[in-house]
């Protein structure tokens, strides 16, 4: 009994800590300038790796903003999943120094990683074609053939086209 | 006094309309090959079904409208102004049905900002859309930077009156070749070399900057589209910052000089005039105000303070100075930074030179530099008249492939539409500021628009209000077609409602 009610407080204790506190894509970019040069804590969705030799740029996406994060290469290689239409990509969190105007790399927005965590491995998303679209374009498809054919049948006849090549010259 | 309308000028204005969305049905079918090849097939169904829907709206259109009648300018302009609309909506139905943004009126603004190649889009999840729709978007901007009419004069082969007057209804000068429709191949080829040779440096740069293979090679072809397009629609929400790469902007800042430089130009240093490069005004203009405007752009940043560092502060400045000036919008700096972080005389000057705009008859939007270099010497010749005895004749002229000179009538034509410019810039400007944006980020979205340049101060979102998507679609619309094409349509539209349509 002693041993459940403790189990329980330790839940208990852990729900009410609160998180460790991130800042958003949109709320760096924002206040670029407040958060220059300082120690920040980013989380979100990894939506492309470029290798560097022994580093590497990890383009993180967190609410409709991207942020490009130079971390060392062994922890791009842990990212199993980039983010495009058919993946969700790796969740990650990264603690590192933040940029407004990085002088390492031709000025750009950046953050510099200290501490790469990939918090959720992603994984590829099921994309099965709709039913009715599928029934429509085929509906659709067979009209539009048998409309441009057959109207221009009538057309021929009537003497509104003129035969094939010489409409070319 | 000017004759109602009849029947007949709506079936002539009609049928061409008809014949021309044959194209488009035709270019809603290419995104199925990259749908294909990245196994997309829940959203090949999407293309076939939009393309379907032109191909039989446009040929009952052709059966019922069946003219022999001939284009005559009212038409033509008419017809130029419709083309982009019409286009614009058939063009949407793609965007819009597989969720790619969120409402119609959406999809219609991402179909006409890809069209006018300017850039601004409303797209909420781009590092998440589907390869298919991306390389659409930047296919719609390849398209429309070579010019809608055009592409169609390539493949139709009308009767020569109407595509002469189509293709000045689409602000396009002659001069390539004597017949139109050659000239419009010409145009054609010079552009698909340009994109493929893009797309080659691109993807080499891509692969050199640690991307895949793969995704080297599609972003290539679609930054190459886009950059040639002077369009500014990336496969990546971080523009060109996606790639953090000193070389891949080198890469996009040749292929957007080569976009906004005028094909006349191309065809004549391509011919082997190369002596053109260095006497042509209007490339003489577009590299003195494109130098001026970036050493302004950097004095001001770096009195603001915002850079430490000179290369640093040149890189940015050149960029953006660069992409805003040939109406591309790549960006290097976030729109948020733009608005809340760089000087409001930044803005200011960047405004204007997303005016001022690119090379006439280019892929680029904007006043065009050859008609501010005659301002500019129009200017001049005036001043020369004040001071010269009053029996001097005091004349002026310009070089754009042969010498011509500098009439009040020239002089008048490029001042009438620098003036519509401004107007459209006035109004864009005050419509954006009555839905709250403060007066530099208004003006800087909205000579954006009307320059279809893309770079946004954070103001073009999908939250943005359906009446500023309408105003801004209309923007575009004139901004593109030199504002003329669109006043035309309108005063066609009064004259309708005005008098009625005669049998």
Redesign the interface.
């Given at each position: 009994m002693i041993r459940k009610a403790c189990f329980f407080a330790v839940i208990l204790v852990l729900l009410m800590i609160p998180p460790v506190s991130a800042e958003s894509g949109k709320e760096l970019v924002e206040n670029s300038r407040h958060f220059d040069n300082n120690m920040v804590t980013f989380r979100g969705e990894v939506v492309g790796i470029l290798m560097r030799g022994d580093y590497a740029w990890v383009n993180v996406l967190d609410n409709e903003v991207a942020i490009g994060v130079w971390c060392r290469a062994n922890d791009a290689k842990g990212v199993s999943f980039v983010g495009d239409y058919t993946h969700i990509g790796d969740t990650v969190e990264v603690v590192g120094i933040f940029h407004f105007a990085c002088l390492e790399h031709g000025g750009d927005l950046d953050i510099h990683a200290e501490n790469f965590t990939v918090l959720v491995s992603g994984g590829a998303v099921e994309r099965t074609p709709n039913l009715l679209a599928v029934f429509l374009s085929a509906v659709l498809v067979a009209l539009a053939i048998f409309t441009v054919f057959w109207l221009r049948r009538l057309r021929k006849e009537r003497g509104e086209i003129v035969p094939w090549p010489m409409s070319w010259t | 006094m000017i004759p109602a309308l009849e029947r007949e000028d709506l079936k002539v204005i009609g049928f061409n309309l008809c014949k021309f969305g044959n194209i488009v049905g035709f270019l809603l079918l290419v995104p199925i090959i990259v749908a294909v090849i990245?196994k997309?097939?829940?959203i090949?169904?999407?293309f076939?079904?939009a393309?379907?829907?032109t191909?039989?709206l446009c040929?009952?259109g052709?059966?019922f409208l069946?003219t022999k009648k001939e284009m005559e300018l009212k038409h033509a302009l008419c017809f130029a102004a419709l083309v982009w609309i019409f286009s614009m909506l058939l063009a949407a139905l793609p965007l819009w049905?597989t969720g790619s943004v969120n409402s119609y009126l959406d999809a219609n603004f991402d179909a006409m900002s890809g069209f006018t190649t300017t850039g601004l889009t409303l797209v909420?999840?781009i590092?998440?859309?589907?390869?298919s729709v991306n390389f659409y978007r930047h296919f719609l901007q390849f398209v429309g930077g070579i010019g809608i009419i055009v592409v169609s004069l390539t493949i139709l082969?009308r009767s020569e009156i109407s595509s002469v007057l189509a293709f000045r209804g689409e602000a396009r000068d002659m001069g390539i070749r004597p017949n139109v429709v050659r000239t419009s191949r010409v145009i054609l080829g010079i552009a698909i070399t340009f994109m493929v040779v893009g797309a080659v440096l691109f993807t080499i740069a891509g692969i050199k900057?640690?991307?895949d293979v793969g995704?080297s090679i599609f972003d290539g072809l679609n930054y190459s589209m886009s950059a040639y397009g002077t369009g500014g629609f990336t496969p990546?929400?971080?523009s060109v910052?996606?790639?953090?790469s000193?070389l891949y902007e080198i890469i996009a800042v040749i292929i957007i000089l080569i976009g906004a430089f005028n094909f006349s130009f191309h065809f004549a240093v391509l011919g082997g005039r190369r002596r053109e490069i260095f006497k042509n005004t209007e490339i003489r203009t577009i590299f003195i105000t494109l130098i001026i405007s970036t050493l302004i752009i950097a004095g001001l940043l770096l009195l603001s303070g915002?850079?430490?560092?000179p290369?640093?502060?040149f890189?940015?400045a050149f960029f953006q100075a660069a992409s805003a000036h040939t109406a591309t919008g790549f960006g290097?700096?976030?729109p948020?930074?733009i608005s809340?972080?760089w000087p409001g005389a930044v803005l200011f000057m960047m405004s204007l030179i997303m005016i001022l705009g690119t090379c006439a008859n280019s892929t680029g939007g904007g006043i065009k530099a050859i008609r501010v270099a005659v301002i500019g010497k129009s200017f001049i010749k005036e001043i020369k008249k004040a001071l010269s005895p009053n029996s001097a004749v005091v004349t002026a002229k310009f070089h754009h492939i042969d010498d011509v000179p500098l009439t009040d009538t020239i002089a008048r034509g490029a001042m009438l539409i620098a003036l519509g410019y401004v107007l459209l810039l006035i109004a864009g400007t005050t419509i954006t500021m009555l839905h709250g944006y403060s007066m530099p980020d208004s003006m800087y979205e909205t000579a954006s628009a009307v320059g279809n340049v893309g770079l946004s101060s954070g103001i073009t979102t999908p939250a943005m209000h359906g009446l500023l998507k309408a105003t801004y679609i209309f923007l575009l619309l004139a901004g593109r077609l030199e504002i003329t094409a669109v006043l035309v349509l309108m005063g066609f539209a009064i004259l309708g409602l005005r008098r009625g349509i005669k049998k």
């Open positions: - | 990245y997309e097939f829940d090949i169904p999407h076939l079904i393309s379907s829907i191909f039989i040929n009952v052709i059966h069946q049905s909420p999840d590092d998440h859309l589907p390869y082969a900057e640690g991307a995704t990546h929400s971080q910052l996606f790639y953090h000193a915002i850079y430490s560092s290369d640093v502060l890189r940015k290097t700096v976030y948020a930074q809340a972080v």
